[in-house]
């Protein structure tokens, strides 16, 4: 399967972006949640300008959301707590009042999953989101380094494109070659690609992409 999307995510330092986005990602992203061990406390020195940018966020205030969008210029914003589908809308009308970044940004709402039975509770975000984004169910937010079973993923049946995320290492190019589903688009990558918390390991990085696109 070929993935439309390749998001890098809890990138925090200046060289170790500028490598990472040199391996030609469509998206790379950056943590505003403080409890993360990827959390950018402080605005990097460079901040990507041939992929775009994903801003993560964990049930926060909208208005912190819209001034962090507008300041890194965000392409998209990632809501990766318990956003309700109201806050989504609200956060939607006030980007569109405010004008944050060049345009509105996309948005993508994560989910835990861990059996088709949590792949319910996006029914109700249909039509509100770009993206889903499925993660796995574990005793943080995100970042886990653990995957979940993809079988559960053929009981989503929604319209709602989504990526694939929780878990995914350097050994699992073939797997996720094998894996279809029709409404996937992209992958995330995290954890599993780290010499340390926010610092991403650029050679298996390269290897893997490598591998993945055989």
């Known amino acids: ?19 990472v986005e040199a391996l030609g990602i469509r998206l790379m992203g950056f943590i505003f949640w403080p409890k993360s061990s990827r959390y950018v406390a402080g605005r990097p020195a460079y901040l990507p300008t041939r992929c775009k940018r994903v801003g993560v966020f964990v049930d926060e205030a909208i208005e912190t959301v819209e001034g962090i969008a507008d ?14 589908p109201e806050y989504i ?20 709402k994560a989910f835990n999953i861990a059996t088709a039975v949590d792949l319910e509770q996006t029914a109700s975000y249909a039509g509100l ?4 984004l499925f ?33 995914i290492g350097p050994d699992d190019a073939q797997r996720l070659s094998a894996f279809h589903h029709g409404k996937c688009i992209g992958i995330d990558l995290n954890s599993r690609f780290e010499l340390a918390p926010g610092m991403k390991d650029v050679a298996a990085l390269h290897k893997f992409l490598n591998e993945l696109n055989r």
């Open 1 to 19: 399967m070929n993935y439309e999307l390749i998001k890098v995510c809890g990138m925090r330092e200046a060289e170790n972006i500028r490598a």
């Open 71 to 84: 300041d890194y210029t965000l392409d998209y914003i990632q809501l990766h707590g318990h956003e309700s």
């Open 89 to 108: 809308r609200a956060l939607r009308a006030a980007c569109s009042v405010c004008g944050c970044a060049t345009a509105v940004p996309r948005l993508i």
């Open 129 to 132: 989101v770009d993206y889903f």
């Open 135 to 167: 993660d796995t169910k574990g005793p943080s937010v995100g970042g886990n380094g653990q995957q979940f079973d993809w079988s559960v993923l053929s009981a989503y049946n929604g319209d709602t494109p989504f990526l694939l995320s929780g878990g």
